[in-house]
């Protein structure tokens, strides 16, 4: 290949890989990308989840579509969309990462508002997996249910940060209880612990939620295998 012929073929390399980077660049679409790592959504679904105005989603979900980081297909009257691949979402915890890596900012944001995560204890994967092969504790998962059936962790059991309170008579009172929710940033189980706590159980928010679990090479239980829509 003759340098003019290589410097084309790179500017053009570079220039679609550069629709990736264009892409992520939204604070609006990273959370996006965040709720569909979870479960695939409908427009309707990812607009009340974030707030967001319905057109304003739409547009955000189409540039991520020519990305080709999300698909969609029509389920009824309505658009479902879900992440391309496996790959988008180790793109999207690799980026979070970084971020964390590089950017003290994240940190204090963490610390000016969630002072209060720093009273919570936490337990690391390999933490939380030593006390389940023990038997005495219970894997509880504070998500919505839509994201629980999407996939959840082996043996952990749906009970939403919603209907916690409600239900606090079915959890044992002789188990330590590990809950967790949708990441590092999620709030859920952090409501969840603090809740079990007030009431005397001995709780635990496991820092990390089902894509990095997955990403570990840990297994999940996804109880909607059969839709070629769930990842």
């Known amino acids: 290949m003759r340098g003019e012929s290589k410097r084309r073929f790179k500017d053009q390399l570079y220039e679609q890989l550069a629709r990736v980077g264009k892409a992520l660049a939204s604070p609006h679409r990273l959370e996006l990308l965040d709720l569909l790592a979870q479960s695939a959504r409908t427009v309707e679904e990812l607009v009340a989840e974030s707030g967001l105005p319905l057109a304003t989603v739409s547009q955000h979900l189409q540039i ?3 990305a080709h980081l999300v698909e969609g297909r029509r389920q009824g009257r309505h ?3 879900r992440l391309a691949s496996g ?5 999207w915890l690799a980026l979070r990462r970084v971020g964390e890596a590089h950017l003290a900012e994240l940190g204090q944001l963490v610390s000016t508002w969630l002072p209060e995560r720093q009273r919570l204890p936490a337990l690391s994967i390999e933490a939380a997996l030593e006390r389940l092969q ?3 504790a219970l894997l509880l998962d504070v998500r919505p249910r839509d994201e629980y059936l999407s996939a959840h962790l082996p043996g952990a059991r749906s009970l939403p940060v919603s209907e916690l309170e409600g239900r606090l008579s079915e959890l044992p009172r002789d188990y330590e209880i590990i809950a967790y929710c949708r990441g590092p940033y999620c709030l859920f189980a952090d409501e969840a612990v603090a809740l079990l706590q007030a009431h005397g159980f001995r709780a635990w928010r496991l820092e990390v939620g089902v894509p990095e679990w997955r990403e570990r090479g840990l297994p999940v239980v996804q109880e909607r295998s059969s839709s070629p829509w769930q990842l």
């Open 64 to 66: 991520l579509r020519a």
């Open 79 to 81: 658009q479902r969309y």
């Open 87 to 91: 790959e988008v979402v180790r793109l």
């Open 134 to 136: 023990g038997g005495r």
